[in-house]
């Protein structure tokens, strides 16, 4: 996979509209997001049963879809072996570089490694209650099994849909299920044709011809 350089900044068409792109510094992330109105489901499939579910916080709606580029860097190692979901982490810069009216929470959308695939993806933003992490962490587990690791590798995203607020959990286990949940979440959401579409945004297709 090819490694590095991530274009400077430009205006990009996308889907969503048009998509401002800033170069952060030299080999770093490349991050954006394009405004774009979304009407919020009222209920939430919730183990067989329709319960409501709190709204999203406008904020976030208003900035996504997001799309947002950078290197893959080492984490705590626990996404792997204690949740057997592994997370892929950006950098602190890149963490820093999130608008902070992108709430906390477990959000949904497409990503892409290298100039690889685009796949469907789940993301939590924010400080993990669970394992009461001090810094703030955008970590992306990508729905698709890889054959090795790809740190140092530039991973590309777009966040389309927002699923829920991040939440403490009485055990490892009950921590596994919403994930689990979450990702049956995304898999659906991200069938509907507003957020496939995004799937095939020149965000994408650009990091391909490099
Ligand atoms: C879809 C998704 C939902 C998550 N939800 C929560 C959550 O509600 N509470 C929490 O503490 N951590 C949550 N996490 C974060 C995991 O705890 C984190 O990915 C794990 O600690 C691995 O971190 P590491 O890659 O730094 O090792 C979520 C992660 C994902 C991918
Ligand atoms: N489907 C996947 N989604 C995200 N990362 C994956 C996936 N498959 C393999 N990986 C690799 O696993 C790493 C994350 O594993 P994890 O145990 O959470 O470690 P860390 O805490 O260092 O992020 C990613 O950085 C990536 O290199």
Not at 12 to 38: F, I, K, M, T
Not at 47 to 73: D, H, K, S, T
Not at 117 to 143: A, C, Q, R
Not at 193 to 206: A, G, Q, R, V
């Amino acid at each position: 996979m090819r490694r590095g350089h991530v274009h400077s900044g430009g205006w990009a068409g996308g889907a969503g509209g048009a998509v401002w792109l800033a170069d952060l510094s030299g080999s770093s992330p490349v991050v954006g997001s394009a405004p774009c109105g979304r009407r919020w489901r009222a209920a939430q499939r919730h183990g067989g049963l329709w319960a409501p579910v709190p709204p999203p916080p406008r904020m976030a709606m208003r900035q996504l879809p997001y799309f947002c580029r950078g290197e893959v860097v080492k984490g705590f190692g626990r996404g792997s072996k204690e949740l057997g979901i592994p997370t892929a982490n950006f950098s602190e810069q890149v963490v820093e570089s999130f608008p902070s009216d992108i709430p906390t929470g477990i959000y949904y959308g497409w990503a892409c490694v290298g100039n690889g695939d685009v796949h469907k993806m789940v993301l939590s933003i924010g400080w993990n209650p669970f394992y009461k992490n001090t810094k703030k962490s955008v970590e992306t587990h990508i729905i698709h099994t890889f054959k090795e690791d790809f740190y140092g590798e530039i991973l590309s995203i777009v966040i389309t849909g927002y699923i829920r607020p991040e939440k403490n959990f009485d055990s490892l286990d009950a921590l596994i299920s919403a994930i689990q949940e979450d990702i049956e979440e995304a898999k659906r959401q991200l069938d509907l044709p507003e957020h496939l579409k995004l799937k095939e945004d020149n965000f994408f297709i650009c990091q391909k011809a490099k």
